[in-house]
């Protein structure tokens, strides 16, 4: 059960950044054609992040509100509600009219379905790693939440590729029908992890959690609350930490393939390989660093992925604006291997231990969540911005990738000298069905 609680959690997550990284590939590809006409380009594409942003404002309103029933009524079922969200608002998204068809109106019901689409990705990854951490023994923690956080990537390749196969089709064939495809496609992968997901079982974890809340009659009806009680320095700080990784992962997968295109003359199909290639690095990185982050500790992991950051952030565009697409692809995918893949292999366990089992849902939702709505969203509507205010040159993106991993240089220093959660909140991970032996 513990091996199929971690299957669960990393094709469920897969599939529905799929679903996530579709809106991304799109907005620098399709949206700003079918929905945003205008005469001027930099402001069809201003336009069409700035929906895509939308999502995630969306995202701590879902996360939260079914963070709450994760921690009252427990993992299983709100995995199962964020993959129907998702799965339901994405394939609609593929029958929707466009703005030509239907005027505004498109453009509102897109909206209201990137809203619906946030919400269940609010949860969805809170939720897989809250499942699998309490599985696993802490030994372990790092490599089994590390999976599913950087199926993250693996679903955003999905998406990516997806789009890659379209985009070879006609100009008039892609905006017609050929962008539909991909969204449709949901439906078909929306059913495998909707399958997988309904044969879980509740966390030993939890279940003892509640049982013990139940005999002491502690038991909250919102344990966000209790939470922010708390824990308010640890929520603030913890909300802080994901900076770097949210600034890399939406520059490296939603920014780039606009930036290639549309300022340093690359083609459509170039720029998808080049984010494709970035986020198969990204995915494989996170197993192989989830195994380094068990043997150095999750916050040192986590702290060495934003200094790289730091280090990286101008090389990587200067690489990229030598033209050379086996240079930029390069740097993209060192960037997404020791950057992204050491931040998103400390994460998972880092948040996971802050947080007693009775609030750890809500803790790692509210956390992950609220710093999607002030950095992952806005960053790919920012980075275009800043390089219309340098005329093209990306150095001020460079720039803000370096604030976003001092930000958490700072956030994790800070959290690691904070005591753990109360002893008396832990429950112990050795119980029969936990990944004693997970490789």
């Known amino acids: ?7 669960a959690g990393v094709v469920g997550t897969l599939i529905e950044w799929y679903d996530y990284g579709l ?3 799109a907005s620098a590809l399709v949206l700003p054609e079918l929905f945003f006409p205008s005469d001027d380009p930099t402001a069809s594409t201003l336009a069409a992040f700035a929906t895509f942003a939308v999502g995630f404002f969306a995202r701590p309103v879902g996360g939260l509100v079914i963070a709450n029933f994760g921690d009252r009524f427990g993992r299983k079922p709100v995995l199962v509600i964020t993959i129907v969200l998702m799965g339901a608002a994405t394939t609609l998204m593929g029958l929707l009219p466009t703005y030509e068809q239907l005027g ?8 209201a379905l990137r809203f619906v689409q946030g919400a269940g990705a609010g949860a969805e990854l809170a939720g897989a790693m809250t499942l699998v951490t309490e599985y696993a023994p802490k030994s372990r923690r790092a490599f089994v939440t590390a999976i599913p956080n950087g199926a993250a990537a693996g679903g955003t390749l999905l998406a990516t590729l997806a789009f890659l196969a379209v985009s070879a089709l006609p100009q008039e064939a892609l905006l017609s029908w050929g962008w539909r495809i991909p969204f449709l496609m949901s439906a078909v992968l929306f059913l495998v992890a909707f399958y997988i997901r309904r044969h ?3 966390t030993p974890e939890f279940q003892r959690a509640q ?14 609350i209790r939470l922010m009680k708390e824990q308010p320095r640890v929520l603030f700080l913890g909300f802080l930490s994901g900076t770097a990784l949210n600034v890399v992962f939406y520059t490296l997968v939603a920014f780039m393939t606009s930036y290639m295109t549309t300022e340093l003359g690359f083609s459509r199909t170039e720029g998808l390989i080049a ?10 990185s996170a197993p192989i660093m989830g195994n380094l982050a068990d043997r150095i500790g999750p ?58 089992t009775k609030y750890r849902f809500s803790g790692i939702a ?25 005329n093209g040159a990306p150095w001020l993106v460079a720039a803000y990738m370096v604030v976003g991993g001092l930000i958490t240089v700072t956030a994790v220093t800070l959290l690691s000298r904070t005591p753990p959660a109360r002893p008396d909140d832990k429950i112990s991970t050795h119980h029969p069905n936990h990944l004693e032996g997970v490789q």
């Open 366 to 390: 509210l956390t992950r969540e609220l710093n999607t709505v002030v950095v992952s969203g806005p960053t790919p509507f920012i980075a275009v911005a800043l390089v219309q205010l340098l």
């Open 23 to 25: 809106y991304g590939a």
């Open 211 to 224: 049982t013990e809340a139940l005999e002491r009659n502690a038991e909250s009806r919102v344990p966000l």
């Open 275 to 284: 984010v494709s290639i970035t986020a198969l690095v990204g995915f494989g």
């Open 104 to 111: 505004a109106w498109a453009v509102v019901l897109l909206i």
């Open 200 to 202: 879980i079982e509740e």
């Open 1 to 7: 059960m513990a091996r199929r609680a971690l299957l």
């Open 299 to 356: 916050a040192t992991s986590y702290r060495y992925g934003a200094i790289g950051l730091i280090i990286v952030a101008f090389p990587l565009f200067a690489a990229i604006r030598t033209g050379n697409l086996l240079v930029a692809t390069a740097a993209m995918a060192f960037t997404a291997f020791f950057v992204y893949g050491a931040t998103i292999a400390g994460q998972g366990a880092f948040l996971s231990d802050l947080f007693p």
